[in-house]
């Protein structure tokens, strides 16, 4: 491990990024017109998440996917095609970080969060191990409930059950569903997050996503079933509002390949000792370690609003040390 120096007040982590974290300029008070420029330019401008997705659902809907003619009628060779597209995806994805951060080891521990190695054995996972477990209940119930909501709702814009959106119809609307769907996102996961953590819900299908304390790139999609579908569901927003496929596409890849991302455990990836990319959110970090912080993601400050924001410092961990002895 690299000799990277532990910040004070943050016991236990190998890496810390920036602190304070920030979130979203848009929901700051009095505004910030040049942060606001410079957090979508962040996002979409740059070589980021949410312009990569972009490109990947373009090239999605051009090459590899059914057109609504076909998806009119349900059947299993279009709905198999877009499994083993998405399959295809989340390997290429999860796997390639995986690959490259912890087998190749490509950047050593440079901007690893945690320190420790992930749990090579463990009674608490599936299958004897951190990885197998999470690779598991990301390709078998990820993927599968994944793929299940995208048929679902190509099914539904053919038959007219839900509205149908072209460039044509509305330009400026068209490209805003791009840019307002990682905020609907954030809406429904912190309160999907929220509900989660509610004693029965959590014992039958949160708890399996939590036995990653430490996290990796295939710990994002490691759910039950049933989280699955509350995760995904954020998607019927557009059994009313109208899309084009192209926008079900982006929606469903960002929810699941973030979660991958997000999970790597590494701050981003670094080219010729600078970083160019992006990748794990310390943000979501804490809440793995943690637990009872950061329920949400940066888009909306729910967490800012219900005091269980964790920024990275010394006073926001001493604020949640402060709130546990007063519970116990």
């Not at 945690?114 to 598991?136: E, M, P, T």
């Not at 909501?149 to 059950?161: C, Q």
């Not at 080219?271 to 329920?295: C, I, P, W």
Request: with cysteine; charged share 15%; net charge positive.
């Amino acid at each position: 491990m690299s000799g990277e120096p532990e910040r004070p007040g943050l016991p236990g982590w190998h890496h810390v990024p920036d602190v304070p974290i920030a979130v979203s300029p848009f929901f700051s008070w009095p505004p910030d017109p040049r942060r606001m420029i410079r957090w979508i330019a962040d996002r979409w401008f740059r070589l980021a998440e949410n312009a990569v997705l972009t490109a990947v659902a373009l090239i999605c809907v051009a090459w590899f996917q059914p057109s609504l003619e076909t998806t009119r009628t349900l059947g299993a060779d279009w709905i198999a095609a877009i499994w083993l597209r998405n399959l295809v995806l989340m390997i290429a994805v999860a796997g390639g970080l995986h690959w490259f951060f912890y087998m190749r080891r490509g950047q050593g521990d440079r901007l690893k969060y945690d320190g420790r190695d992930l749990v090579a054995k463990g009674r608490q996972f599936s299958f004897g191990g951190q990885v197998r477990d999470n690779v598991f209940w990301t390709l078998a119930s990820g993927v599968t409930v994944w793929t299940g909501f995208e048929a679902g709702l190509f099914w539904a814009m053919a038959n007219g059950y839900a509205p149908v959106l072209t460039f044509r119809d509305n330009p400026v609307r068209f490209v805003a569903l791009f840019l307002l769907t990682p905020v609907w996102i954030s809406f429904h996961f912190y309160w999907i997050h929220r509900a989660l953590h509610w004693g029965p819900l959590y014992r039958s299908a949160h708890a399996l996503h939590h036995r990653n304390v430490n996290v990796g790139p295939w710990s994002g999609l490691s759910m039950h079933p049933i989280e699955h579908l509350l995760f995904f569901s954020s998607v019927l927003v557009h059994l009313v509002v109208a899309a084009h496929p192209v926008h079900i596409l982006f929606h469903m890849q960002h929810q699941a390949l973030t979660a991958a991302t997000s999970h790597t455990g590494f701050e981003a990836l670094l080219s010729r000792d600078r970083k160019a990319l992006a990748l794990g959110t310390f943000h979501h970090q804490m809440h793995h370690r943690y637990f009872e912080v950061n329920y949400g993601n940066l888009e909306m400050p729910w967490d800012k609003w219900f005091g269980s924001f964790h920024d990275g410092t010394a006073e926001a961990h001493a604020q949640l040390k402060s709130r546990r002895q007063r519970r116990s």
